[in-house]
């Protein structure tokens, strides 16, 4: 009769903080895909139209030219939001099948049994 071998306490730790880290990945990226489009909806804004609104508003120190700046950027980086949200959620999935393997304890490939001969 075989002996029942008992998973390492480190291994459990490492597949218990993966599946957390895909799950918290998974809903980053999930977060990135929906956020990407809608930065990309925004239009080319002018310093003019920022001062016409600022002006109607009693803000102290507020400077056009960085806030029209800000939204051009975020439109310009609205496809790479959307690209590293799904990378982040490919990751995530990834992560969470090699934590549930490694909390099962699967060999993958059978190599373990290979070398242990």
Partial sequence: MQAERK???GVTILGILGIIGGIIGIILGTGMVIIG???SQFSQVSETD???ILEDEEL?????TDIATGLNELKR????????GI???AE???SILVSWGLLKAKDGL??????SR
């Fill in 7 to 9: 998973r390492p306490d």
């Fill in 37 to 39: 489009p809608i930065f």
């Fill in 50 to 52: 920022i001062a016409d």
């Fill in 60 to 64: 102290p120190d507020v400077n056009s």
């Fill in 77 to 84: 980086l609205s496809g790479s939001f959307f690209i590293f």
């Fill in 87 to 89: 990378f982040l959620i």
């Fill in 92 to 94: 995530g999935i990834a």
């Fill in 110 to 115: 059978g190599l373990v049994h290979l070398y």
